[in-house]
């Protein structure tokens, strides 16, 4: 469904449109030559203004969803597990970590400096569900890891990885993770069973 606070085009686009009929009504009423192209350039400036003051000033629910994903994302390649802590729901479970502690105590584990130089996002998909209370996000993320690293040294330089993460909408209208599951590594199936065994 079209939502005017995502795609805030539209409106700079009617602008656009606003501006390239005003020489159109000025060759059709001449009499009215100003005051019409006051009125258009004005009205072109507003609806300009007001497609970036939506845009800015209303953050929709996809939009603070991804800002939680790519927080994530940003905290996993500086190490920063408090980051990642902060963006947890505390009912968080998955098929190998049982609870949010859990998760934390083995992001802590591994997340120690140096691993990783950088990583490179792309959600695939984002569904909010109706009720607008939970949503479900699907998303690659390319990990480049650091050269003093220990995975560099002894394993590979990049690792390819796609996750599902579920959220759930919190009373102060935050969306915080409740579960992440691993769907591929090097583009082969995985489970977070598949990769608990390893030593990094």
């Known amino acids: 469904?079209?939502?005017?606070?995502?795609?805030?085009?539209?409106?700079?686009?009617?602008?656009?449109?606003?501006?390239?009929?005003?020489?159109a009504v000025r060759l059709i009423f001449p009499e009215k030559r100003r005051r019409w192209s006051a009125a258009?350039?004005?009205?072109?400036?507003?609806?300009?203004?007001?497609?970036?003051?939506?845009?800015?000033?209303?953050?929709?629910?996809?939009?603070?969803i991804k800002d939680v994903i790519y927080t994530g994302v940003k905290a996993v390649e500086n190490e920063e597990p408090d980051a990642i802590?902060?963006?947890?729901?505390?009912?968080?479970?998955?098929?190998?970590?049982?609870t949010k502690k859990a998760l934390m105590r083995h992001c802590r584990a591994?997340?120690?400096?140096?691993?990783?130089?950088?990583?490179?996002?792309?959600?695939?998909?984002?569904?909010?569900?109706?009720s607008k209370t939970t949503a479900t996000v699907t998303f690659t993320v390319r990990i480049v890891f650091?050269?003093?690293?220990?995975?560099?040294?002894?394993?590979?330089?990049?690792?390819?990885?796609k996750l599902k993460l579920h959220l759930q909408k919190?009373?102060?209208?935050?969306w915080l993770i409740n579960r992440v599951e691993l769907l591929?590594?090097?583009?082969?199936?995985?489970?977070w069973q598949d990769v608990k065994q390893?030593?990094?």
């Open 110 to 130: 591994v997340l120690s400096p140096p691993l990783v130089e950088k990583n490179i996002t792309r959600i695939l998909s984002l569904e909010i569900a109706p």
């Open 85 to 98: 802590e902060a963006i947890i729901s505390d009912n968080y479970h998955d098929s190998y970590h049982n």
């Open 40 to 64: 258009g350039g004005l009205l072109a400036v507003l609806l300009a203004v007001t497609a970036f003051g939506l845009d800015w000033l209303v953050k929709t629910d996809a939009e603070k």
């Open 146 to 161: 650091d050269k003093q690293s220990y995975v560099y040294q002894n394993f590979r330089r990049m690792m390819p990885t």
């Open 170 to 174: 919190q009373r102060d209208k935050k």
């Open 184 to 191: 591929e590594i090097d583009l082969q199936p995985v489970k």
């Open 1 to 23: 469904m079209y939502n005017i606070f995502e795609q805030p085009w539209t409106l700079l686009f009617t602008a656009v449109i606003v501006l390239l009929v005003i020489p």
């Open 198 to 200: 390893t030593s990094w």
